[in-house]
Nanobody, 127 residues
């Protein structure tokens, strides 16, 4: 059984930083694409950062240069380092796996169609 469990969300002022973690079990961590999505109230879910099995990364334009996705294959943890946070970064953040996708495809096209999802962790950025 594949399980993804996010942690690290919280409340922070604009300009601050947070690091999200996603502990993964039951999944071939080194293969396929893994990604972070966010969903703000009233908005559709959007992919913000994705990483391929070989470590290649792709980011949404809205977070490029501020967010960094990485993974620790030995520990089976996916990370999202978020710096220079803005109020518009507020939302529920989900990690997800998409074994047949590339990171570029996920960022450009995918909203809900990943293979497995975590339950999310809430990030609130105040101005």
């Amino acid at each position: 059984e594949v399980q993804l469990v996010e942690s690290g969300g919280g409340s922070v002022q604009a300009g601050g930083s947070l690091r999200l973690s996603c502990a993964v079990s039951g999944y071939r961590f080194s293969s396929g694409c893994m990604a972070w999505f966010r969903e703000a109230p009233g908005n559709q879910r959007e992919a913000v950062a994705a990483i391929d099995g070989d470590g290649s990364t792709t980011y949404a334009a809205s977070v490029e240069g501020r967010f960094t996705i990485s993974k620790d294959s030995a520990k089976k943890i996916l990370y999202l380092e978020m710096d220079s946070l803005k109020p518009e970064d507020t939302g529920m953040y989900y990690c997800a796996t998409g074994e047949s996708y590339t990171s570029e495809y996920v960022i450009a096209n995918v909203r809900y169609g990943m293979n497995y999802w975590g339950k999310g962790t809430l990030v609130t950025v105040s101005s």
